[in-house]
Each structure stands twice: as C-alpha cells, then as structure tokens.
Nanobody, 120 residues
Framework: QVQLVESEGGLVQAGGSLRLSCAASGSISGINAMGWYRQTPGKQRELVAVITSGIGVTNYADSVEGRFTISRDNAKNTVYLQMNSLKLEDTAVYYC?????????????WGKGTLITISS
C-alpha cells in the first residue's frame, strides 16, 4: 500500500510564495512520476506539474509555467512544488499524485488534498 502525505496549504496574499511537499511511503516503484493537481468547485481536477523518476523530466500547465517549480528528492520519495507570484486564480485544493509501474500495470495514488487560498 502507498500513502501520500501533503504539507498544509493555507492563506497567501497574491504575489506571495508557498512551498508544498508530498511524501510517499509504502511500496514505491522505481519507475514512477509524482505530480500536483488542483481542483476548484465545479471544475475537473487539472494537472499543475509532474516530474518523473530517474532524470526528472518535468511538465507544467501553461497557467503556472515560469511561476511554479516542481522538484523531488528520490531518496525521500518526496516531491515539492515551489509556487511563486501566486495569483487569485491559483486558489484551489491541491492534490499530490503518484503514478507508478507495478508489475505489468500502472497504479495511481492520491493524497487527501490541501487547500490553498490566495487573497487580494
């Protein structure tokens, strides 16, 4: 079983910064990708950023490119999301996700989510 524990979000002023972390524990495959998604009421969950294991290929949503940076510590099975120049529209519940190869299939695991509110 895999567990993902996210750091707490919170209230941040527009233009400010916040760093999220997500630690994975349990049966972690060596072939995986960890990422952050976000969701607001009435909308589908959307990708924010993802980073692969190994050489750490990254991918970002256009809306956060240049403002957010995803990184990971493979030894700790932890992924980070540094969020700078936060905007009102970044307000959402942020979820950590682990996508990994397990034998002949793949599995997705999700954190419980953490609320980030950006204030003007």
């Amino acid at each position: 079983q895999v567990q993902l524990v996210e750091s707490e979000g919170g209230l941040v002023q527009a233009g400010g910064s916040l760093r999220l972390s997500c630690a994975a524990s349990g049966s972690i495959s060596g072939i995986n990708a960890m990422g952050w998604y976000r969701q607001t009421p009435g909308k589908q969950r959307e990708l924010v950023a993802v980073i692969t294991s190994g050489i750490g290929v990254t991918n970002y949503a256009d809306s956060v490119e240049g403002r957010f940076t995803i990184s990971r510590d493979n030894a700790k099975n932890t992924v980070y999301l540094q969020m700078n120049s936060l905007k009102l529209e970044d307000t959402a519940v942020y979820y950590c996700k682990l996508h990994q190869v397990e034998g002949l299939t793949t599995m997705d695991y999700w954190g419980k989510g953490t609320l980030i509110t950006i204030s003007s």
